[in-house]
């Protein structure tokens, strides 16, 4: 399906429960790839314009969240002549379930892409029950 | 009041929260239908252009920016993860692959002057307006 078609258009955020953000920008639910692999699960999110510094990850209770802020970068003495995309901040929150270890968790962020390393819990990965059949 | 009428009232409330967010996502969408991927965003002053456009994770040494008269074109691409045996997607929304755009500026440009940067996943283009191009004051004379 990704090689198909290329999503265009930004997503706008779901408006925040919690209240507007004080800052008057617009904000972008970034796409994101979630891969699950033997002992973490991989959570990447395109954030261009967003680096190490501007990222701000937080978990509170079950709840993972990204937010990326974005400097627009605007030309001086240019008139905007053709826009095909909005520039404004990223966020995109994920519930977790217990199989993450929450202290373990690491992010890094390359080119504008965010890349958060959750690992699973060491009870999880170990628990492998075999099933015997009976006859 | 009576408590069916409180709940009625609850009813009543839910079609307008869908029309709000139908209402939302179409505004959000009301340019979309036919923009090529990807997206750029074009500054012109009298005798420069900048192009901007957004290009995560993608190696700028693989992108290809190739500028003929007005006409500026962009290519490049980016691999998808490879998983290996045992891994699986949960969600994949971003793209991958190759991607080329062309885009027509208001004027020539200088070859020999553009520049390009490549800052957090965003790449800028700096394009000058050929010299030639560029109007000329014609003094006019008083008979």
């Known amino acids: 399906m990704p090689d198909a078609t290329k999503e265009v258009q930004k997503k706008e955020a779901d408006a925040p429960e919690k209240g507007e953000l004080t800052r008057a920008s617009r904000v972008y639910a970034p796409s994101v790839d979630i891969i699950e692999r033997k002992d973490d699960i991989i959570v990447t999110a395109d954030m261009p314009g967003v680096d190490e510094k501007s990222v701000d990850i ?8 990204i937010y990326g802020k974005v400097e627009a ?27 993450v270890d929450r202290e373990k968790i690491q ?3 390359k080119n504008g892409v965010l890349r958060v390393v959750l690992p699973k819990a060491e009870a999880i990965k170990t628990k492998k029950i075999t099933v015997k059949a009976e006859a | 009041m009576l408590w069916s009428d409180f709940e009625r009232l609850g009813r009543f409330l839910e079609p307008w929260r869908d029309f709000e967010r139908m209402h939302r996502v179409l505004s ?16 012109v002053s009298g005798d ?8 995560p994770g993608v190696d700028p040494n693989t992108i290809d920016i190739s500028v003929v008269g007005k006409s500026l074109t962009i290519r490049g691409a980016r691999e998808p ?14 793209w991958s692959g190759q991607f080329t755009k062309t885009i027509e500026l208001p004027f020539t440009i200088d070859t020999t002057k553009v520049e390009a940067k490549f800052i ?6 700096n394009l000058p307006r050929a010299e030639a191009d560029k109007p000329r004051k014609i003094a006019v004379k008083s008979a």
């Open chain 2, 28 to 43: 959000g969408r009301a340019s979309a239908l036919s923009i090529e991927f990807p997206a750029l965003n074009v500054w």
């Open chain 1, 107 to 109: 992010a890094s962020v």
């Open chain 2, 48 to 55: 420069n252009a900048v192009v901007t456009t957004e290009l």
């Open chain 1, 73 to 99: 970068v605007i030309p001086e003495k240019h008139n905007l002549y053709i826009s095909e995309y909005g520039i404004g901040d990223y966020q995109r929150a994920f519930t977790l379930t217990d199989e």
């Open chain 2, 81 to 94: 993860e490879v998983l290996k045996e045992g891994e699986s997607y949960h969600r994949r929304e971003r």
């Open chain 2, 120 to 125: 957090k996943g965003v790449l800028h283009i």
């Open chain 1, 58 to 65: 937080m978990l509170e209770k079950n709840v993972l969240t």
